[in-house]
Nanobody, 122 residues
C-alpha cells in the first residue's frame, strides 16, 4: 500500500514557475513508477507526466513538453513536477499517482494523492 501527499500548488502569473512535490509513504516506493495527472474545472482528468522507478524513463503529455519536467528522489520518497512557463490553461488540480509501470499509470493508476490546486492568472 502506498499513500501519496502532494504540496507546492498555488497562484502564479502566466510565464511563472511552480514545483510540485509528492511524498510517498508505505512500502516499496522505489519500485513504483510515479506520475502526475491534472483536472481542470468541467474537464476530465488527464495524464501529465510519469517516471519509471529508476528515473531512467519518463513520459509526458504533448501539451507540457518543453515546459514541465518530472523527477524523483527515492532516498526521500518524493517525486517532483517542475512547471515552467505556466499558462492559464495549466490551471487545474494536480494529482500525484503511482503504479508498477508508466503504462499502468497512463491506463489508470492504483494509487492517488488528494490533489493540489494550481492557478495561473493571465
Amino acid at each position: 500500500q502506498v499513500q501519496l501527499v502532494e504540496s507546492g500548488g498555488g497562484l502564479v502569473q502566466a510565464g511563472g514557475s511552480l514545483r510540485l512535490s509528492c511524498v510517498a509513504s508505505g512500502r516499496s516506493f522505489s519500485s513504483y513508477a510515479m506520475g502526475w495527472f491534472r483536472q481542470a474545472p468541467g474537464k476530465e482528468r488527464e495524464f501529465v507526466a510519469a517516471i519509471l522507478w529508476s528515473g531512467a524513463n519518463t513520459d509526458c503529455a504533448d501539451s507540457v513538453k518543453g515546459r514541465f519536467t518530472i523527477s524523483r528522489d527515492n532516498a526521500k520518497n518524493t517525486v517532483f513536477l517542475q512547471m515552467n512557463n505556466l499558462k492559464p490553461e495549466d490551471t487545474a488540480v494536480y494529482y500525484c499517482a503511482g503504479d508498477r509501470s508508466i503504462r499502468a499509470i497512463q491506463l489508470g493508476p492504483s494509487y492517488w494523492g488528494q490533489g493540489t490546486q494550481v492557478t495561473v492568472s493571465s
